[in-house]
């Protein structure tokens, strides 16, 4: 197995276990269910767990045997462990008991969260550091050669911004992979999210990346899931070496698909503007903490209860960030793209020979927003999830604007004449929601503000890409 076939691997893995050891819920099991399931279906791990197997565990009994105080004691050397952490595990997922019971002498908390966090950490993570240990050994001695070949390294990139720049980033992507193209691999959300996965999971994925692009805008710095990427990218100690930062300005807005008449600036450079963003996130909390007054219970405030440990985060690190984009005086993109990128290929430890004549080309010669446009048609319906695509072609067919409805006959989407769609029931609905959400961050459908942000209407892109999927199906 090569270092990139490896690589792969424990980066799943670091993902799901993250997600795993952080539970403190019952309804967050599924969480270890993900995370036994790959490591079952992971022939690498599995073969090393199978190898690792010298008894059968009845952990029935086991529990039965234990005092009333006792704790599982678990084995000291590395391959018993996990001999006995992975049936522990199969255990625990055939749901034979309820996670607190597992977790109530971990903890002097009387809280059933306090203990389901104790017993994870003191429990389980020890089997989850055995394996990682064991994938990162091998990582490091894995061959990089497959049949002779010398497998490229190659260099992985972050692209991290708002869904409304989605435009600009698209300009970054195509002109960083024309003069680049068998030696960086960039990484971005719509492109490289399955549908349905957490952004959260994978926003915890940019760590384990070469560098992060961070194409900082206004929006970008009122955007909960950005200032998230943040949060998580200035985690690495190493973080002032591997963040590159595009500070937008109004000029850059001629490299959106659609342009808009409000300003993307990034306004980090004077008090004033630094103010502004430290005033929108105290608004941010004062309203989730006027609804959890309102809501009165803290049971059914849970959602915003979390929401507002995030945003106060958020407001913790905001000044030193904000004080270090200053400092940084990072670039515009129409600076970089003057600059043919070459600032940032060497700020990415690329030479002459790497790059080659490509970063020197007259990348101007046809507009920018041609080439993004271009590849964002070709591309898109690839990139859509089925309903996302369903909406699309609807809107396209009836030659429509796409009205969100919630009136006494239920919620349901509008495209004129007899298009409607009902949901059948909560999981559709969501699928729905997040369809709207998709187009719109493609810029292929836009909010028409003058009827209240119900009413989407398809941009000049939406109906190239509709034209293009109806043109597909006639091929097919």
């Known amino acids: 197995m090569t270092k990139k076939e490896l690589r792969k691997i424990s980066i799943q893995f670091r993902t799901l276990s993250s997600q795993m050891l952080k539970i403190d819920s019952e309804e967050e099991r599924v969480h270890i269910i993900a995370f036994y399931n790959f490591i079952t279906e992971t022939a690498f791990i599995h073969d090393y767990i199978e190898e690792c197997h010298q008894h059968d565990y009845d952990f029935e009994e086991v529990f039965k045997r234990l005092g009333y105080h006792e704790k599982l004691v678990l084995p000291s050397d590395q391959r018993e462990l996990i001999d006995f952490e992975y049936q522990l595990m199969k255990y625990i997922v055939e749901g034979k008991r309820w996670l607190f019971s597992l977790g109530q002498h971990y903890s002097s908390s009387n809280k059933y969260a306090d203990m389901i966090t104790a017993f994870m950490r003191k429990v389980i993570e020890p089997f989850v550091v055995a394996l990682r240990s064991y994938l990162e050994l091998n990582l490091i001695d894995a061959d990089d050669v497959v049949d002779g070949t010398k497998e490229p390294e190659g260099i992985s990139v972050f692209l991290s911004y708002c869904q409304k720049d989605t435009g600009i980033a698209n300009e970054i992507d195509n002109r960083l992979g024309a003069i680049l193209p068998d030696i960086i691999k960039i990484s971005r959300d719509i492109r490289d999210v399955e549908y349905h996965q957490s952004f959260k999971q994978f926003m915890q994925s940019i760590q384990d990346h070469d560098f992060v692009i961070m194409l900082i805008s206004d929006h970008y710095l009122k955007s909960r899931n950005c200032m998230f990427e943040v949060l998580e990218s200035i985690k690495d100690v190493r973080y002032q070496d591997r963040i590159l930062y595009i500070v937008l300005n109004d000029e850059?807005?001629?490299?959106?698909?659609?342009?808009?008449?409000?300003?993307?600036?990034?306004?980090?450079?004077?008090?004033?503007?630094?103010?502004?963003?430290?005033?929108?996130?105290?608004?941010?909390?004062?309203?989730?903490?006027?609804?959890?007054?309102?809501?009165?219970?803290?049971?059914?405030?849970?959602?915003?209860?979390?929401?507002?440990?995030?945003?106060?985060?958020?407001?913790?690190?905001?000044?030193?960030?904000?004080?270090?984009?200053?400092?940084?005086?990072?670039?515009?993109?129409?600076?970089?793209?003057?600059?043919?990128?070459?600032?940032?290929?060497?700020?990415?430890?690329?030479?002459?020979?790497?790059?080659?004549?490509?970063?020197?080309?007259?990348?101007?010669?046809?507009?920018?927003?041609?080439?993004?446009?271009?590849?964002?048609?070709?591309?898109?319906?690839?990139?859509?999830?089925?309903?996302?695509?369903?909406?699309?072609?609807?809107?396209?067919?009836?030659?429509?604007?796409?009205?969100?409805?919630?009136?006494?006959?239920?919620?349901?989407?509008?495209?004129?004449?007899?298009?409607?769609?009902?949901?059948?029931?909560?999981?559709?609905?969501?699928?729905?929601?997040?369809?709207?959400?998709?187009?719109?961050?493609?810029?292929?459908?836009?909010?028409?503000?003058?009827?209240?942000?119900?009413?989407?209407?398809?941009?000049?892109?939406?109906?190239?890409?509709?034209?293009?999927?109806?043109?597909?199906?006639?091929?097919?």
């Not at 699309?392 to 009136?407: M, P, Q, Y």
């Open 252 to 476: 850059d807005k001629k490299y959106l698909v659609d342009p808009c008449d409000e300003s993307i600036a990034a306004n980090v450079y004077s008090n004033e503007g630094q103010m502004k963003y430290t005033l929108y996130w105290q608004q941010q909390e004062k309203e989730l903490l006027d609804q959890i007054a309102r809501i009165g219970d803290p049971v059914q405030s849970t959602n915003q209860i979390k929401e507002l440990k995030v945003v106060r985060r958020i407001q913790l690190e905001l000044p030193d960030f904000l004080d270090f984009i200053k400092e940084y005086n990072g670039w515009t993109l129409s600076k970089h793209i003057s600059d043919g990128f070459n600032s940032m290929c060497r700020f990415m430890n690329l030479d002459e020979e790497d790059i080659g004549n490509k970063a020197s080309e007259p990348v101007t010669a046809h507009p920018p927003t041609n080439l993004a446009l271009l590849t964002l048609v070709e591309h898109a319906e690839n990139d859509m999830s089925e309903v996302s695509k369903t909406i699309l072609l609807r809107a396209f067919n009836a030659r429509s604007e796409i009205e969100v409805k919630d009136t006494i006959v239920g919620y349901h989407v509008s495209f004129g004449k007899g298009e409607d769609i009902y949901p059948t029931d909560k999981k559709m609905r969501e699928d729905i929601e997040d369809a709207i959400r998709q187009l719109e961050g493609m810029s292929l459908i836009k909010r028409d503000n003058s009827n209240n942000g119900t009413v989407y209407l398809l941009t000049k892109t939406g109906y190239q890409v509709g034209e293009k999927m109806v043109v597909n199906a006639m091929l097919d």
